[in-house]
């Protein structure tokens, strides 16, 4: 194990890593600029509504293995609830049809051959047309791989894809889209049980993770800004943080989990990413109907999907660079309306917060995949994470558990 491995960036990816290393008994030192860890997952309290909110609407599946075990190893396993089988709840607004997708529990798919669980006017063969799409190429789009048409695409595909790739399909790769699809529909209900952080993310994935590492004598210093990278011979020789700076001991590793541009900046010859997509969340401070679902997938809204909690629904809206300009009073009331319309609730617009987030994702378009990075760098002691890497999946919070964990593998082995 190295003396010492520097991480750069406490946002899931920076955590994992430390995480992981500090497991095996690394003496762990996190770097973050801001003042709080957890980067685009994370819980704040929000005076407009007086409720502590996540600042992102993520959701972890029951097959994100690096995710749950990430969790159980911080003793936070039990923070993510869901329901016992995998069910999606659905409506469309524009005639008020509802459905559930019921996938069961099983480890393989018999749910397509049930028409009372799969989507309504689908066949079992429907399913089948999407089967180019599991092992797609490289350099291909989804609706070039397959058909972007039918009551499959609309009320299933399409929203499924959109929620995991944060773009449309006639733009996503379809080789992110074939990955998400072998991990959850294809892998049965077994994988999909949709698992939420009920009482926030930050005490769920964030805070314990933070306890860990400190507990295990690793260390965590907060507003301390990597300004430069000092690269000598092939390695990382020293850490410029402006008000003070650290020599590189022999063996020294350093992980650099933080956003594409920021890493870019850092090392003029990397070639990262350089289109991202929005992601625009809303939560308004009313509680939940009784039996409203824990989440909802709505079609022909503005609204994509609704999440409930105590005392609060938020909604998610992927995809959202059209949203950007939109005052944000009067895209809190024309999301507030497609919500009302859900829940069934006759209320004036509750208080609110909306949160948007320019740079939320790199697009997942195959030209942007093609420029993710893997974790080895030219220099020897030197290594990425980051949801943005190539991790083989979109940015989600799964892919970015893997890139910290794929690099505290290559940093222990150095």
């Not at 005392?311 to 009302?340: C, F, Q």
Request: proline share 7%.
């Amino acid at each position: 194990m190295p003396p010492r491995i520097h991480i750069i960036g406490a946002g899931l990816a920076g955590l994992s890593a430390a995480v992981r290393l500090a497991r095996a008994g690394a003496r762990v030192l996190v770097h973050e600029a801001t003042a709080q860890a957890g980067g685009r997952c994370r819980s704040y309290y929000d005076q407009a509504t007086g409720l502590t909110i996540d600042n992102g609407n993520h959701l972890i599946l029951s097959g994100n293995r690096a995710a749950l075990d990430y969790a159980e190893a911080i003793g936070t396993r039990s923070r993510l609830v869901g329901a016992d089988e995998a069910e999606f709840p659905f409506i469309d607004l524009a005639d008020g049809r509802r459905w559930t997708l019921q996938l069961g529990d099983a480890r393989l798919p018999w749910w397509v051959l049930d028409a009372g669980r799969r989507v309504p006017d689908t066949g079992a063969l429907d399913y089948l047309r999407y089967a180019p799409l599991l092992w797609a190429p490289a350099g291909r789009t989804v609706c070039e791989q397959v058909g972007c048409a039918g009551p499959l695409y609309q009320r299933l595909v399409q929203p499924l894809l959109v929620a995991a790739l944060n773009i449309q399909p006639s733009e996503g790769s379809a080789k992110l889209a074939g990955v998400i699809l072998r991990e959850t529909l294809a892998a049965g209900g077994g994988a999909c049980r949709p698992l939420i952080a009920r009482d926030g993310l930050s005490g769920a994935l964030i805070e314990p993770a933070i306890e860990f590492i400190r507990t295990r004598h690793g260390a965590l210093h907060f507003e301390h800004e990597l300004r430069k990278l000092e690269l000598v011979d092939g390695r990382v020789a020293a850490l410029d943080f402006g008000r003070d700076r650290i020599e590189m001991e022999p063996g020294d590793v350093v992980i650099l989990a933080v956003p594409p541009w920021i890493a870019s900046s850092l090392l003029g010859e990397l070639v990262t990413p350089r289109e991202f997509r929005a992601i625009v969340n809303a939560h308004f401070r009313i509680e939940p109907p009784r039996n409203f679902p824990a989440m909802i997938g709505v079609l022909n809204g503005l609204v994509e999907w609704i999440f409930a909690f105590p005392g609060r629904l938020a909604v998610t809206i992927s995809a959202g660079d059209r949203l950007l300009g939109t005052p944000r009073e009067e895209l809190a009331r024309m999301i507030w309306r497609d919500v009302a319309a859900v829940a069934a609730i006759a209320d004036p617009l509750p208080a609110w917060q909306i949160v948007r987030e320019r740079r939320a994702t790199f697009a997942a378009t195959p030209h942007e995949d093609a420029r993710r990075p893997g974790p080895r760098t030219a220099w020897s002691n030197l290594f990425l994470a980051g949801d943005w890497t190539q991790t083989g999946l979109p940015a989600t919070i799964e892919g970015a558990i893997r890139s910290g964990y794929r690099a505290a593998q290559l940093a222990a082995a150095t």
